[in-house]
C-alpha cells in the first residue's frame, strides 16, 4: 500500500505561485502525477513524471506548471506560475507502481491517491 502527503496548498492572488509537494511513503512508485478537480467537475490530469524524468503535460498548464522530482524519488514537486481564478480546484497526487510508454493523464491509470490540497486564486 502507498500512502501519498500533499503539502503546499493555499489561497492566492491571480498572477501569483504556489509549489506541491507530494510524498509517498514506503513503497516503490515509478510514475507520479498531478491531477485537479475543480467544483462540480471531473478529474482532470494536469502533470506527470517517471522515475527517468520525462514529464508532460496538460496543455491547461503547459508553460505555467511544472513538475519534477525530489531528492527522494518518492517525492515530487508541482510548481505554479502565472496563476488564474480557473485554476482554483483540489489538487490530488496519484502513483503507479508501472511503467508507461506514453505517460498518462487518465485518472483510471493511477493506484494510489493523495487526499488532496486545495489551491483557491482570486481575481
Known amino acids: 500500500q502507498v500512502q501519498l502527503v500533499e503539502s503546499g496548498g493555499g489561497s492566492v492572488q491571480s498572477g501569483g505561485s504556489l509549489r506541491l509537494s507530494c510524498s509517498a511513503a514506503?513503497?516503490?512508485?515509478?510514475?507520479m502525477a498531478w491531477f485537479r478537480q475543480p467544483p462540480g467537475k471531473e478529474r482532470e490530469g494536469i502533470v506527470v513524471i517517471d522515475r527517468k524524468g520525462r514529464t508532460s503535460a496538460a496543455d491547461s498548464v503547459k508553460g505555467r506548471f511544472t513538475i519534477s522530482q525530489g531528492n527522494s524519488e518518492n517525492t515530487v514537486y508541482l510548481q505554479m506560475n502565472s496563476l488564474k481564478p480557473e485554476d482554483t480546484a483540489m489538487y490530488y497526487c496519484?502513483?503507479?507502481?508501472?511503467?508507461?510508454?506514453?505517460?498518462?493523464?487518465?485518472?483510471?491509470?493511477?493506484?494510489?491517491w493523495g487526499q488532496g490540497t486545495q489551491v483557491t486564486v482570486s481575481s
Open positions: 514506503t513503497e516503490y512508485t515509478y510514475t
Open positions: 496519484a502513483a503507479s507502481r508501472l511503467y508507461f510508454r506514453v505517460l498518462p493523464l487518465r485518472p483510471t491509470e493511477y493506484e494510489y
